[in-house]
């Protein structure tokens, strides 16, 4: 049994993530940061040889590569060293039954985002998260970063006041041609819906940013009014999508993301407006959160420096002025899963608190539905 830093290391399988796939390494950079996880199994593609090829250049036991994810959640649930947690990084179309098939197997579940493909497919998902025993933690990463847990905390302490606005935007510019039709691998099936969904740019980095609104302010949308479109001729997906939320508050809230917009190559930024002060956060510069009091001159809080709740300064690795960012934050939430599914291996009742679990995924598919019938029906309002 290995341990790190009094952790006992958990033994992790992935499904997905194979030759050529970009989100499979991340999950394993971010399960490796803080030495939480081992991955000794994978069924890392649907054709056996390339699966096999791909758990060979990973070293991976050649008896625990599979072509068959049904195969891995049965046999690894039969063995003694079995996997305790998979992580799904396959096309969204997998998501559901490689997670129904370890959760019936009783093997913990890190999924990467959106949940589902449909609506429909999240509710049955839903369901049985709650048949199981096993964990569901969905990787909507962008809540790892430090200043944004630190914007959260201090929305939650009323530095704000009420909230009013809700400002959210993630644009890139990497579908503005129409590179599926030469094969790029990441755009052949993110703009396929039989695979990716009905939704586009407003699946793939719109639910990121919504989950990132309600996340730091603690709001949930009622109603959007939204408009998708395809800009590139032949596209069977949107690649732009623009839309206004009212908010269960009473609050009003703006999205935009898009994939067509040149000179963005990961622009999501977030803006929340109370009756008493606001707060801007930027991808781009994610150790820094701009705290702008009514009244008073705007001011910068940063990671590693003074004036941080307690809870995000202990997420810092590295002391103040070493940048840190996109992988750090996946690794807080792979972290904090090892956690969550160690304190259940000990039969204490710990909710996932800050991770992302089956009802952010839940809410994230009901937005997409909803999104979609708004621009369907011409761009009105439609509720969650």
């Known amino acids: 049994m290995s341990e790190t830093n009094g952790h006992r290391k958990l033994r992790l399988g992935m499904v997905g993530g194979g030759e050529g796939a970009f989100i499979g390494g991340v999950h394993r950079i971010a399960a490796r940061l803080d030495d939480r996880f081992e991955l000794v199994a994978g069924a890392l593609a649907s054709e056996a040889a390339r699966a096999h090829r791909s758990a060979a250049a990973l070293g991976l036991d ?16 039969a063995r003694p060293d079995g996997i305790e947690a998979v992580s799904i990084v396959t096309p969204n179309h997998m998501h559901a039954p490689v997670a129904t098939a370890f959760l019936r197997a009783g093997i913990h579940v890190i999924c990467d985002k959106p949940m589902t493909r449909t609506l429909k497919e999240a509710e049955a998902l839903a369901e049985e ?44 510019d990497w579908l503005t041609e129409p590179v599926e039709t030469d094969g790029t691998k990441q755009a052949v099936w993110r703009t396929d819906p039989a695979r ?28 959007v009014c939204a408009e998708l479109t395809s800009f590139v001729a032949g596209r069977a997906v949107d690649d732009d999508v623009q839309m206004l939320i009212r908010y269960e508050s009473g609050a009003k809230g703006m999205l935009w993301a898009s994939q067509v917009s040149p000179g963005n190559e990961n622009g999501l930024k977030l803006r929340v407006y109370g009756e008493t002060a606001g707060l801007e956060w930027l991808q781009t510069a994610p150790d820094s959160l701009r705290v702008s009091p009514f009244g008073e001159p705007p001011y910068l809080l940063s990671r590693g420096g003074p004036g941080l709740t307690p809870e995000v300064a202990e997420t810092a690795r590295v002391p103040a002025g070493h940048p840190e960012g996109f992988l750090e934050a996946f690794g807080n939430i792979y972290s904090a899963a090892a956690d969550a599914i160690l304190a259940h291996e000990r039969g204490e009742p710990r909710p996932l608190g800050l991770l992302p679990g089956v009802a952010d995924g839940l809410a994230g598919m009901r937005f997409i539905s909803a999104a979609l019938r708004s621009s369907q029906a011409g761009g009105v309002w439609t509720a969650l």
Do not use: C, K
């Open 129 to 172: 998260v709650r048949a199981s025993n096993a964990l569901f933690v969905l990787t909507h990463n962008y809540t790892g970063y430090a200043m944004v847990r630190q914007a959260r905390a201090m929305v939650e302490a009323g530095q704000l006041g009420r909230i009013r606005v809700v400002q959210v935007e993630y644009p890139q």
């Open 62 to 77: 050649p008896a625990r590569s599979y072509a068959d994810f049904e195969v891995m959640a049965r046999e690894e649930a």
């Open 196 to 223: 990716a969904g009905a939704a586009g740019s407003l699946g793939d980095i719109g639910t990121h940013a919504m989950n990132l609104a309600s996340f730091v302010s603690g709001l949930e949308p009622r109603e």
